[in-house]
């Protein structure tokens, strides 16, 4: 018997065939769904897992801060955060002495500063200043405590934070010693961010604090409080007080030659010793001196010397203006006080 042609079989309808491909579509994503759900169920079983072996292996706060401090020099700094911070949780209780939890502290404050997290970074800095006691168990603890110190000093992103950095940089400085070597360097960060707000007064009260520990330095130290005098003497001339720059810069002058200082120090002082005593008309003075900073630049070299011999040959020309018309105005006031010729009859 002849099979039946395709033409003579049932054909389905198109409502059929509409409604096949619909139950089709729909197991696909049902499948889909089972699938991606199935994947789900083990990424969130492996995490569990990881994280419960992570706990397993960090069984001691030791190994905790070994693992997150790992994770910290790969480069993975959330995971890092997170480490610590499940570390501070899990340990605070049972081990609350432990000077790896302020290490812990400190490093999450770090991290998130690094990732300008200001707000969060704060939250961690204020937990910090209870942990005094703990620095001497822990030498480790004060150069994380430093290494946060030094990156509040540098987070100079917000203008609206800069000055609070600083702070926070000081105290941190002045938490690990109240003798810390670099509190100097605080001060006079400070003093510089506040002449450049037109505080010239809270600027040099802040100078006074880095030059009074800049004095107890060895000679073979001394060029900071040079620099710091030199400093002091160009706020005062900022702000007109001439007397008070001109002794800051023979004081910044002694001590260079005293000790020995580079040539460059030392001819910058007798340039601003100079300016100062222009400024107060004392131009035979600032002549002198300005010489005398030339023969010194003229032993070193650079971009700055070149700045500075530019500028003081500037000075230079407009002293010599100066001191001819105080030369000329005083010749006047001399012929007005000399006595009339008497004429003869």
Sequence with gaps: MPLPSAMALPQASTKEEAERSK???????????????????????????????????????????KLADSAETQGQEQEAISLYKDLLERFSKTDPTNPKLPRAEARIARLHLLNNEYDKA????????????????????????????????????????HLDCLMRSLSIRNFINPKHPHLPESYRLIANYLLGQGDSKQALAWLDKAIAVDRTYPRQK??????????KGNIFLQTNKVQEAESAFS?????SVENACSDMLVGQSYLYLGLAQMKGAKHKEACENFNLAKGRLRQTSGE????????????????????KEQTRKAGHREARKAPAPRVNR
Excluded: C, W
């Excluded at 994503?29 to 699938?35: H, K, S």
């Excluded at 939250?123 to 994380?144: A, F, I, N, S």
């Excluded at 004081?251 to 001590?255: A, D, H, N, T, V």
């Excluded at 040959?313 to 407009?318: F, H, L, P, R, V």
């Design 304 to 323: 700055r010397t070149k700045m500075l011999s530019g500028y003081l040959e500037a000075s230079i020309k407009e002293n010599e203006s100066q001191l």
């Design 23 to 65: 139950n089709a579509a729909t197991m696909v994503q049902v499948q889909d769904r089972n699938a991606n759900a199935l994947s789900k169920l083990k990424a969130t079983t492996n995490a569990t897992e990881t994280e419960r072996a992570t706990k397993l292996k960090a069984s001691t706060i030791k190994d905790a801060f």
């Design 122 to 161: 704060n939250t961690y800095y204020d937990r910090l200043l209870k942990h005094h006691q703990r620095l001497d168990e822990d030498p480790e603890l004060m150069v994380d405590l430093d290494d946060l110190s030094n990156v509040y000093q540098k987070f100079t992103s917000s203008k609206e934070h």
């Design 251 to 255: 004081e910044s002058l002694k001590i």
């Design 222 to 231: 001394k060029s900071k409080l040079v620099e710091d005098l030199q400093l």
